[in-house]
């Protein structure tokens, strides 16, 4: 497609249940970006790939959390028992390698955690 | 370590007025690049414009111009002739050659008034 895809664009979800966000990035671009943001706040890091090999994943916040990226491709952001602080947009990017490369953001993931 | 810093909550300014928007950083990476986005209410985020650490001259995209003074390390963002469509939140962050994230600074409402 011609830009980052997100899915779904919203999720509400109970207490205790798992979620599944789901990143498509731009084709041809290597590396891919998680970001949250929680409401009024700026972006906090969680897991970035390259290729399919995740280097820094220094950002998600618990072992609750966890990313895969398959084919290079479409990337999963899975949160195990959901938790009402994990309320917040869902933020994924690409671009065309790491480093200086300009980060294209999808619309967001808006995940309710009642 | 890296930090990005925008100190101005909030901002307004009258249609057709030009605006700056502050942004300091701080970093030991020697290449270096500084992003501006711009978030309006619908949520997703817009890259405006990008400056390298080594550039020789300020960047500039269309009404949008980056005052960079290495020196003081800070990376201005200048709106010219402010649209109501301006109306947005503004967002600084910075990137290493070495690094794959972005670190985000906590951003700034603008409100362009008629």
């Known amino acids: 497609g011609a830009g980052v895809s997100q899915s779904p664009s919203n999720k509400v979800t109970e207490k205790g249940k798992d979620v599944e966000l789901r990143c498509d990035p731009i084709?041809?671009?290597?590396?891919l970006y998680w970001y949250r943001q929680s409401l009024g706040q700026g972006l906090e890091f969680l897991i970035y790939?390259?290729?399919?090999?995740?280097?820094?994943k220094s950002g998600l916040p618990s072992d609750r959390f966890s990313a895969e990226r398959t084919g290079g491709s479409v990337s999963t952001l899975t949160i195990q028992r959901t938790q009402q602080e994990d309320s917040a947009v869902y933020l994924c990017a690409s671009s065309v390698g790491q480093g200086l490369n300009i980060q294209y953001f999808g619309a967001g993931t808006r995940l309710s955690v009642l | 370590a890296q930090k990005i810093t925008q100190t101005q909550p909030g901002m307004f300014v009258q249609e057709k007025e030009a605006v700056t928007l502050d942004c300091t950083y701080d970093?030991?990476?020697?290449?270096?690049?500084l992003f501006w986005y711009k978030q309006p209410s619908s949520g997703e985020m817009i890259f405006l414009i990008y400056q390298g650490s080594y550039d020789q001259q300020n960047a500039t995209e269309g009404r949008y111009s980056l005052n960079f003074q290495k020196a003081r390390k800070s990376a201005n963002l200048v709106i010219s002739a402010s649209q109501l469509g301006d109306s947005a939140m503004y967002f600084c962050?910075?990137?290493?050659?070495?690094?794959?994230?972005?670190?985000f600074g906590r951003g700034t409402q603008l409100t362009v008034w008629p």
């Open positions: 084709s041809g671009h290597t590396a």
């Open positions: 970093t030991s990476d020697p290449s270096y690049g």
């Open positions: 790939f390259q290729g399919n090999s995740a280097p820094d």
């Open positions: 962050a910075m990137g290493g050659s070495t690094l794959g994230r972005l670190y």
